[in-house]
Antibody
Framework: EVQLVETGGGLIQPGGSLRLSCAAS????????MNWVRQAPGKGLEWVSI???????YYADSVKGRFTISRDNSKNTLYLQMNSLRVEDTAVYYC?????????????WGQGTLVTVSS | SYVLTQPPSVSVAPGKTARITCGGN??????VHWYQQKPGQAPVLVIY???DRPSGIPERFSGSNSGNTATLTISRVEAGDEADYFC??????????FGGGTELTVL
């Protein structure tokens, strides 16, 4: 059974750093396209970042230069390193798998982890 | 960057048909995926590649995509269908794009 479990969220001051983890089971993270998607309170979904199976990474303009997506193949885990956090980064962060390659659907999502950036 | 436009809200009576649109420039040339999200829960895929339905999703959910509009259609709407619905595409300039979401209210 495919499962994604995010951890690492919490309350952090503006300018701080946080690392989110997404532990996967039932499939191999490095063989899939993996994403981070966030949702600010009461708002819609916003794509944040993707890491392709080949290792290429891409970011939304809103987080480029501040966030880094990575994976640990030995732990089958996806990460999001978030630096220089801003109040507007406050959101629930979901990890999600692409089911069928480029252009495909997000077929599995984690339950999300809440990041609150506030002084 | 590519923009997807959804109506903020759609209301429908139980047993009727709900249609949720997703507008984008020549969206008919892209593959559209739809997600349902209930309060406090993660999104769930309900339609992929314009018209395909994942296992476990009722046949009442269907999709279409042509020209500048993709549509999610929910037939014989039930109270349990009340949720937010998001469309999503891939775009060469923006990677992944989500629509702003539509809140479906069952009257």
């Amino acid at each position: 059974e495919v499962q994604l479990v995010e951890t690492g969220g919490g309350l952090i001051q503006p300018g701080g750093s946080l690392r989110l983890s997404c532990a996967a089971s039932g499939f191999i993270v490095s063989s899939n396209y993996m994403n981070w998607v966030r949702q600010a309170p009461g708002k819609g979904l916003e794509w944040v970042s993707i890491i392709y199976s080949g290792g290429s990474t891409y970011y939304a303009d809103s987080v480029k230069g501040r966030f880094t997506i990575s994976r640990d193949n030995s732990k089958n885990t996806l990460y999001l390193q978030m630096n220089s956090l801003r109040v507007e980064d406050t959101a629930v962060y979901y990890c999600a798998r692409v089911g069928s390659g480029y252009g495909g659907e997000f077929d599995y999502w984690g339950q999300g982890t809440l990041v609150t950036v506030s002084s | 960057s590519y923009v997807l436009t959804q109506p903020p809200s759609v209301s429908v009576a139980p047993g009727k048909t709900a249609r949720i649109t997703c507008g984008g420039n020549n969206i008919g040339s892209k593959s559209v995926h739809w997600y349902q999200q209930k309060p406090g829960q993660a999104p769930v895929l309900v339609i992929y590649y314009d018209t395909d339905r994942p296992s476990g999703i009722p046949e009442r959910f269907s999709g279409s995509n042509s020209g500048n509009t993709a549509t999610l259609t929910i037939s014989r709407v039930e109270a349990g269908d009340e949720a937010d619905y998001f469309c999503q595409v891939w775009d060469s300039s923006s990677d992944v794009v989500f629509g702003g979401g539509t809140e479906l209210t069952v009257l």
